[in-house]
Each structure stands twice: as C-alpha cells, then as structure tokens.
C-alpha cells in the first residue's frame, strides 16, 4: 500500500513536469507565430512565401522542441546535484558552468547539464553528455552523416554548399574534411562489406520463381585515377617566387584494381559487393580471400561465374578461392587484344582489318580456339612488332583456352562480357575521383573510394555506426 503510494507520487511529479513542459511549448509556439507574422510582408503571400518563412525559422521551433524533450527525459541528469568520482570515488559537487550548444539537423539545442570536477584526479565530467551520447563536436552525428554522405558523392566545397542550401544550417569546411577523413580511416573490404545474411536475402530474391540457381558474377578489373605523390606534402624549398612558378611535383594516374560480384539474369543486374583500391595485385587478391573467408559468397545457392582480363593473379586466386567457378575471359578484353593484332598486321586496310577480327572472335564464340590459333599461325607477319603481338597473343590464347567458351556461356545464361564492373568503376572511382584539376594522395584517394563502396554497396549506415561507436568509446574511455 505503501509502495503504491510512492509510486503514485512519483508519477504525479513526472505528469506535473510533463504539463509544465507542454504548457512551456505551446507558449514558445505562441511567440514563434507571432514572429513568423511579422516577418510576412503582405496579407496574401503565396505558399512560397509562407514555406520561406517556416523554413527560415523552423529549426528555432524544433531545436526548442528537442531541449524540451532533453528536460523531460533527462530531468534526473540536469539536476543531479552530486556524483562519484569514476576513477577515484570522491563525491563531487556540480559546478555551475554555462550552457553547452550542440548543433543538428533539427535545430541548436542548449543543455544547460551540470558539470562535475575531481581536484584530486584533475578530471571533469558532464554525464549528461555519456547518456545523450553527444558527440565531442559541436555539430553532432546527424549533421556529420549527411555532410559525409554529401562529401561522398561531391566536392568538398561542393558538398558544403549543398549542404547549406539544402538544410538552412552551415558546417565548415573543416568539419566535413575532418569526419569524412575520420569516417573513411582504415576501412577494410568487410567493414563495407554486406553481410553474409544481406547477400544470401538478394540471391533467395533473385532465385524466386526460377529452376536454375541465379548466376553470380564475380568482375575483376582496374580504372586509373589521378593521384600525387607524398612529397607533394611536404614543403617545397626555395625562394617563394621560384615556388609559386610550378608545384614541385607530378600527378600520376595510377590503376585503382577493383572487384564487383553481382546478380544477373535477362531482365536486370543486382549489386551485391563492390570494393576498389588503389592497391597491388597482392592487396586485391588478399581482399578477396578475406571476403572469401568470411562466407559472404553463398557459393552453393549461386551458380558463380568470373570474368577478367589476362592478369595472372586473378587466375591464380581465383583457382583457389572459387574453384568451381566458370572462368570467363572478357570478351571484349580479348577482342581489344585482336584488334591491336589487326591494326598491326593490316594496318592501311581498315577493311581488312575488321573482317579479320569479326572472323577470329566469331571462332572464338563458338569455341574453336585451335582454329582461331591456326588463323593466326598461318598470318605471315608484316614486321617484327607484328610478329610478336602475334605470339603474345596466340600465348594468351592458349592459357586463357579454358575460359573463352562464349557462346556455351551465353547459353548458360553467364554474361561474356565485363560490363558489370566497368558500371562500377565509372560510378564508385571516376565520377568521384575524375574532376579536372583533382589529384589525390593515394591514402585520400582510398579512403574515398571505400566510402563510395559503403555507399553503392548499401552499408554507409552501418559504416557510420561504426564510427560514431569507436569514437563515443574512445571518449569514454578518456573524458576530458
Ligand atoms: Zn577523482
């Protein structure tokens, strides 16, 4: 009986703050409107003019709301009076300290929270902070989500003014670099990766309805981007005229090697991971052994195909990671290789030259290769360069004999050519990368580029939480 009378008053307390809020609200509503009016030049403004109004005021309103919402869900950590040292057990008083400003996406929100110092282990705390979990920044996660979105897919100065004009709220310059060089560090092919559950959900949706398990498409390929070099870095020595005349360095377009696995069938493609770096062979095949290793691929519900160029380590790898998988040598690669052969051998005679190579790629689709071989044995070389396209290639063919049964693939429903993973290099490196003027530290350059793979592979939420997560532990672990 007792206990219900305790509880009751403790509700009737909670209800009674509850109302003052309320009552508090709907006054600062009252004040907002009458503000809003008279702001209002005529007595007719269009529906423009009234959204302009709201909208250049309307994170006064929500920002207010969310303080309010803070002080009545947080009225115990605004008002507690005393707390235990976390390191040393002393009892602190609070300290009266003024008001901290946050900034989101809805508004500023003013947290007048108490504040505790220990002399003794000369540490402050704000508790309040921990259990709002506040960023250490002033603009918090929110704001710092959509301003690395944005600095994913454009500029930085770009982004920064999209930001602003789409939002009413400024972040500077700053900010955005700084989260998204934070977000971006040290992530690896599986942190934006999907997981095993996510790719196994779209294969069971493409294999609705259908006899056959759907084809995978593993493309391995590269796109070059504009990189500088670290000592571009460093300061350049000299008088400061000679200086400003040309930049002690070079840009260099280097091959960011990247893979795409992919769901494919007639009516349409469905993306399951991409992951691009600028990187070596080593490092591609190593990240690809990790998504490996990790059973992303669900290799048994997937009939797995993969296409690349002649580049010896993808072979390699993927003998001993996908080993049952159709190797596909890309059709276009090779008729590239045939057209240089061509363009050597019949050089004046464009005529020529392309009948020769529709005929060796038509054997090659229906899976003569001796034959297109013997056709290129039987050229008589016209010089020396010729002749040895024309060995190297009849090289390449005869390693590659295995993976050039095009027609017997496009049968099997596998594609021949490795379009999927040009798709993904325009979208995830060039349109992001290739600006004119843009040359990027290689680390910079990776760092963007694993953010956009977040992004095209669906992850930059999950990506984001990560961060947010390491970086409110790290505060934990040491408060200022
Ligand atoms: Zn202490």
Not at 389 to 416: C, D, T
Request: one cysteine or more.
């Amino acid at each position: 009986m007792a206990m219900a009378a305790v509880i009751s008053l403790e509700e009737s307390r909670q209800s009674f703050a509850k109302t003052r809020a309320r009552q508090d609200l709907h006054e600062y509503l009252d004040g907002w409107l009458d503000r809003l009016e008279a702001t209002m030049a005529d007595d007719t403004p269009s529906l423009e003019e009234l959204t302009h109004a709201v909208f250049a005021m309307r994170q006064e309103l929500t920002g207010r709301i969310t303080q309010a919402l803070v002080e009545q869900w947080h009225a115990r950590g605004l008002h507690q009076r005393t707390m235990p040292c976390p390191h040393c057990q002393r009892l602190l008083p609070a300290r009266p300290a003024p008001p901290r400003t946050v900034h989101t996406m809805v508004g500023e929100v003013s947290l007048g929270r108490p504040y505790f110092y220990c002399s003794h282990c000369q540490r402050g705390f704000s508790p309040l902070d921990d259990a709002l979990q506040l960023s250490e920044r002033r603009t918090q996660w929110d704001m710092q989500k959509a301003a690395a979105r944005l600095a994913a897919e454009v500029p930085f100065e770009t982004a920064q003014e999209l930001f602003a004009e789409l939002t009413g709220l400024s972040l500077s310059d700053h900010t955005i670099h700084e989260v998204t060089g934070e977000l971006s560090h040290e992530l690896g092919v599986l942190e934006v990766s999907p997981t095993a559950a996510e790719i196994a959900h779209r294969v069971a949706e493409m294999a609705a309805g259908k006899t056959w398990r759907p084809v995978m498409v593993l493309a391995i390929d590269g796109a070059y981007v504009p990189t500088r070099p670290e000592q571009a870095k460093g300061q350049v020595t000299g008088r400061r005229h000679t200086r400003a005349k040309r930049a002690g360095w070079q840009g260099e377009w280097k091959e960011a090697k990247g893979f795409r696995f992919y769901l494919v069938d007639k009516e349409r493609i469905v993306h399951v991971l991409s992951w691009h770096q600028v990187q070596t062979d080593k490092e591609a095949a190593e990240a690809l052994r990790q998504v490996n290793a990790a059973g992303l691929i669900p290799e048994d519900q997937v009939r797995l195909c993969v296409i690349g160029d002649g580049a010896k380590w993808i072979w390699k790898q993927v003998k001993t990671l996908f080993p049952t998988a159709v190797q596909i040598l890309d059709y276009y690669h090779c008729r590239e290789h045939m057209h240089k052969v061509g363009g050597l051998q019949f050089g004046d005679d464009a005529v020529q030259e392309q009948e020769w190579v529709e005929a060796m790629m038509a054997r090659l689709f229906w899976g003569y290769v001796d034959w297109a071989i013997e056709g290129l044995e039987a050229l008589q070389p016209r010089d020396r360069h010729a002749a040895e396209e024309i060995r190297k290639l009849i090289g390449s063919l005869r390693n590659s004999a295995g993976r050039l049964h095009y027609r017997v693939a496009r049968k099997g429903g596998y594609p021949i050519g490795s379009g999927g993973i040009e798709a993904a290099n325009k979208c995830i490196s060039h349109v992001r990368l290739k600006r004119s003027g843009a040359w990027w530290y290689i680390e910079k350059a990776n760092q963007m580029l694993a953010l956009r793979c977040a992004a095209y592979n669906g992850t930059f939420d999950s990506v984001f939480e990560v961060y947010k997560r390491r970086v409110l532990q790290r505060h934990r672990g040491n408060p200022l």
